[in-house]
Antibody
């Protein structure tokens, strides 16, 4: 059974930093392309960024609002995905989900963790 | 970037009703559209991919159709557990990014 468990959320002041983790199990993590998606309170879903598998280059892509501030990385030896968030703004307040990606005729987000809440407030 | 517009934004219906939610893309995307269901306090769940393919384990009362710019999600006979928010999603190849519709909240009448 695929399991994704996020951790690391909490309260942080504007301008601060936070690192989220996502522990994966039930599938071959090293082969997986992974994404982070966030949801501000009472709002819709917003894609944050992705990381490809190392065999596919291990490169990352980011949404415009977080590019240059957020960094996605992975440790395949620990089956763990990370989201390093720097220069946090109040508008980054959201539940952050890690997801697996699957390709059929296009990309979809097929498994989701339960999410971790990040609150940016003074 | 391609934008997705869902309609309606909210919908009231009764158990047993047939319900249709629409998603319109700002430009043609062939059949590259997915649908998700999200219940309050829970993570989204993939329902349909490639516009009409049912994800494993999803009840057959859910169906998707469409291609190009206009897509629909249909629930043939609403069950109590179907009251949730539904999102459509597509993937832009360049720049690489996932885009979601704004969501449709399905409520009990």
């Amino acid at each position: 059974e695929v399991q994704l468990v996020e951790s690391g959320g909490g309260l942080v002041k504007p301008g601060g930093s936070l690192r989220l983790s996502c522990a994966a199990s039930g599938f071959t993590f090293s082969n997986a392309w992974m994404s982070w998606v966030r949801q501000a309170p009472g709002k819709g879903l917003e894609w944050v960024g992705r990381i490809k598998s190392k065999t596919d280059g291990g490169t990352t892509d980011y949404a415009a609002p977080v590019k240059g501030r957020f960094t996605i990385s992975r440790d395949d030896s620990k089956n763990t995905l990370y989201l390093q968030m720097n220069s946090l703004k109040t508008e980054d307040t959201a539940v952050y989900y890690c997801t697996t990606e699957e390709y059929s005729s296009s990309w979809v987000l097929d498994y989701w963790g339960q999410g971790t809440l990040v609150t940016v407030s003074s | 970037a391609i934008q997705l517009t869902q309609s309606p934004s909210s919908l009231s219906a009764s158990v047993g009703d047939r319900v249709t939610i629409t998603c319109r893309a700002s430009q043609g995307i062939s059949s590259a559209l997915a649908w998700y269901q999200q219940k309050p306090g829970k993570a989204p769940k993939l329902l349909i991919y490639d516009a009409s393919s049912l994800e494993s384990g999803v009840p057959s009362r859910f169906s998707g159709s469409g291609s190009g710019t206009d897509f629909t999600l249909t629930i043939s006979s609403l069950q109590p557990e179907d009251f949730a928010t539904y999102y459509c999603q597509q993937f832009n190849s360049y720049p690489p990014m996932y885009t979601f519709g704004q969501g449709t909240k399905l409520e009990i009448k």
